[in-house]
């Protein structure tokens, strides 16, 4: 009851505030020649994080004024026809009449349709970093694209991560509910020429959940016109094997509703060639075994995902969205072919196996969202209320079978068995979140409730021959049952040159964990407060200084908590770990920016009792196993710079680089249990080349290198890898039709090696993905192809700890 009170005196904390003296903006809207523009959209948002508080029209004569604003600080915008006016600071304190705002008006303007590629700028903000990319070279490609090209984003076997830890996709502030590969999928079959801005929000302010770290938040443009608009769109790539992608998006909107549809088809069929090596050391720390193996694996899949989304306006005040996402990838299939020998200490050959394993995946992703707004008769304040539904269905049929010879090739003996496991998750949220003004600075609270059961189910059975790591009794019945009770509040102030922005969130987490095999249960019960502060200081428009710090959870994944195993061969297999526990990181980051071009960031991060991916190599029973693991302590911290400004006219550079120490000390469970210290000292640099390759800007090109000296992966460490790519994109017919063209990894060196080494330990993978292929993208829009989507994600943290099986 104490820690209930607690939430409870978070969100209900009295509110005192009185309604200040409101002010008027009035001005003018012209081009570069001083010609009036008329009817142009004026817009002002909060300078704080840069959301809309209210906007209007320029007249016939390019005159226009913002009545009742209140005092704060904010930023001013014209914009017309895709084309925008510098932002101009305002700090109202009263009635403000400001001479001209300029929007650059170019000849090649084609009715209404921008085409002339613009300059990407980045924005530093108390809590994030604004990577704004609207009609810009960047937004020529995929969602994906954008998200790989975001200041601060390193690309890690598919993996988005910002200083080395995985990052949250968001749309329009709204948790993209999918994981893992299907993230990917979703994200490159969404055209980032509806992307204004990408938000990366190192330190999550109190409204996010304290599960998740880093945010990549992507803001798509706004509604304007309202008709219907249509897109058909596909893609095809040459890897190993060709794969192709097909899908349309409808959006249709009037005064009041606003619906979107998509559906998108991606059958493909990959390889995935991995060698794996194990030096097993005997008591003397001498080599006694070496195993070389050679894994061969296709996958066959095809994924389809269908979305709804519903936005209807009752009226100015009231308004209901409802969102809906289906994912599902059924008759997956996946053979994997593997060799492997057997050599002594002198390197001759002992023995060799090869090991056929064949595995067979459904898999089904729905989510439900409903959402209600009521906007109180204060200007500015809301209520916001939202009810979230998850189902998620995993079914996977294994068959392994293996076969030994001798030196000279004759069979020894056989081994194998099937598997079949089932798993159902269901989620449940609701969360009711409140906001207002007060004077001229802004609150907000809320209350969210989570509730998660994931029931899994492992058999298994059809043994022949023998083994001294694999028994029936592996089977497993395993419930975990996770509710979450949370509480928050946020107050923002702005003055003169300063922003200041405090937060606290409360979670209490109530959880249970049961294994029917191993008669274990694992329990949580704790409540835990997370703090939030950022502070900026602009004494000027070319310096600004910003602090911010941070207190996170990391909760573990529903398959890490899951005792199951997942055989590669009898030797070397997956496993989850039910004891594994949330862990607490404390960041720290320190940001200075320069003419809004530069960009030095010092970050120092406390990552407590991680949850790690460690593998050991048992040298008695030669076995290896990887599973999730809290490491006893955690740390990293580094200097990042960013630089991103216009060479020439047609040319933009922006380049990033990031030099990092990260370091985890975990329990040597293969070497006595003695603590040991993983770390790297590490390089990263992205430099990437945006081109405008016509007068009319309807070609457009890329160049981008991006390398990797060393990074940290629990209890690897990877050598250097470093990727080229080219790009090419160019609109016909007033941008009906879009046609692209990619190269990646045209060097073939983004495969890294990774290898554990310490101790009695010393093991390696080498993955080769598909990491090097062309692609061809096409894209037709038909009816009113100007008017902007209101695609949405759905604010569901929780989902995002359902693993992608793809």
Not at 496 to 512: C, D, F, I, Q, Y
Not at 703 to 725: C, H, K, P, R
Request: proline share 3%; charged share 20%.
């Amino acid at each position: 009851m104490k820690n209930l009170a607690t939430i409870l005196l978070l969100v209900l904390l009295p509110i005192s505030g009185t309604y200040g003296q409101t002010f008027k903006i009035t001005g003018k809207v012209v081009d570069e020649q001083n010609q009036v523009i008329p009817y142009a959209n004026i817009l002002l948002l909060k300078a704080t994080d840069s959301t809309f508080v209210q906007g209007s029209s320029a007249n016939e004569e390019g005159f226009f004024e913002l009545l009742e604003v209140e005092p704060n600080l904010y930023l001013l915008q014209a914009s017309y026809v895709g084309r925008g006016s510098e932002p101009r600071a305002l700090d109202i304190k009263k009635d403000v009449s400001l001479g001209a705002l300029i929007i650059p008006m170019e000849s090649n303007e084609l009715d209404e349709v921008v085409v002339t590629a613009q300059r990407p700028k980045l924005q530093r903000l108390p809590d994030r970093l604004v990577f704004s990319v609207e009609n810009t070279v960047v937004s020529q490609g995929t969602s994906w694209d954008i998200l790989k090209n975001t200041p601060g984003v390193i690309v890690n076997q598919d993996n988005l991560m910002i200083r080395g830890q995985n990052a949250a996709v968001y749309l329009n502030d709204r948790k993209v509910q999918l994981s893992g590969q299907e993230v990917q999928d979703l994200l490159q079959g969404l055209s980032g020429t509806n992307i204004k801005s990408v938000e990366v929000i190192a330190n999550p302010p109190a409204r996010y959940d304290a599960e998740g770290g880093p945010i990549l938040n992507i803001v798509t443009s706004k509604n304007i016109i309202p008709g219907y608009k249509g897109s058909v769109n596909g893609t095809f790539t040459q890897a190993v094997f060709p794969k192709y992608s097909i899908g349309t998006s409808h959006y249709y909107k009037t005064d009041k509703l606003n619906l979107f549809a998509n559906y998108t088809i991606n059958p493909q069929k990959k390889v995935n060639k991995t060698k794996k090596g194990i030096n097993f050391i005997d008591d003397t720390n001498s080599i006694f075994s070496v195993w070389d193996t050679d894994y061969n694996q296709t996958d066959r899949s095809q994924s389809q995902n269908a979305s709804f989304i519903l936005d209807y306006d009752f009226d100015d005040r009231n308004s209901l969205n409802v969102t809906s996402n289906l994912l599902f990838n059924l008759d997956q299939e996946q053979q994997t072919l593997l060799s492997n020998e057997i050599r002594n200490a002198q390197a001759q050959l002992d023995s060799t196996f090869t090991t056929q394993n064949n595995a067979n995946m459904d898999h089904t992703n729905l989510a439900f969202d409903l959402t209600y707004v009521h906007k109180l008769k204060k200007p500015g304040a809301q209520i916001l209320a939202n009810g979230h539904y998850t189902y998620f269905n995993g079914e996977t049929f294994q068959r392994l079978a293996s076969d030994y010879f001798d030196a000279d090739g004759n069979f020894l003996r056989d081994f194998g068995f099937d598997s079949e496991t089932d798993q159902n998750i269901q989620i449940f949220t609701g969360q009711v979140d409140y906001s207002t003004p007060i004077g001229n600075a802004s609150f907000e609270s809320g209350v969210k409730y989570s509730s998660i059961y994931s029931e899994n189910n492992l058999d298994f059975f059809n043994f022949n021959g023998s083994s001294n790591t694999v028994d029936a009794s592996l089977s497993d019945e395993y419930t975990y049952d996770e509710k979450v009770y949370a509480a928050y509040m946020s107050f923002v102030k702005n003055w003169e040159k300063w922003s200041m922005k405090l937060g606290v969130r409360g979670e209490l987490t109530k959880a249970k964990g049961i294994s029917e095999t191993l008669d274990q249960v694992n329990t949580q019960d704790f409540f835990e407060p997370f703090p939030s502060l950022y502070v900026l200081y602009s004494p000027s428009d070319k310096h600004s200084f910003s602090f911010d710090y941070g207190r996170n959870i990391n909760r573990p994944k529903y398959d890490d908590l899951n005792p199951f195993r997942f055989f590669y061969n009898e030797n070397d297999f997956e496993e989850g770990n039910p004891g594994l526990r949330p862990s607490f990181s404390n960041n720290f980051n320190f940001n200075y920016t320069l003419n809004s071009e530069y960009f030095f960031d010092v970050y120092y991060r406390d990552n407590g009792r991680n949850i790690a991916y460690l593998v050991f190599q048992d040298n008695d029973n030669q076995t290896l196993v990887e599973l999730k693991q809290n490491v006893l302590e955690s740390k990293s911290y580094g200097l990042d710079f960013t630089l991103s400004k216009s060479i020439l006219n047609p040319w933009f550079l922006y380049a990033y680089t990031s030099l990092f120490h990260e370091e985890e000390t975990f329990l040597a469970e293969e070497s006595g249990n003695v603590p040991f210290t993983n770390e790297v000292n590490g390089v990263y640099a992205y430099l990437g080349n945006y081109l405008t390759l016509s007068k009319d800007g309807t070609f457009t090109g890329e160049v981008a290198a991006t390398y990797i000296s060393q990074f940290l992966f629990g209890s690897y460490v990877s050598d250097e890898q470093f990727n080229l790519t080219l790009g090419l994109r160019k609109t016909l017919f007033d941008n009906k039709i879009v046609l692209s063209l990619a190269a990646e990894d045209i060097l073939e060196q983004y495969v890294p090696t990774y290898r554990s080494q310490y101790l009695n330990q010393d093991n390696f993978y080498r993955r080769r993905p598909e990491t090097q292929f062309i692609r061809f993208g096409f894209t037709y829009n038909f009816g009113n192809f100007r008017l902007e989507d209101n695609e949405r994600g759905i604010d569901k943290n929780e989902r995002d700890r359902l693993q992608s099986q793809n």
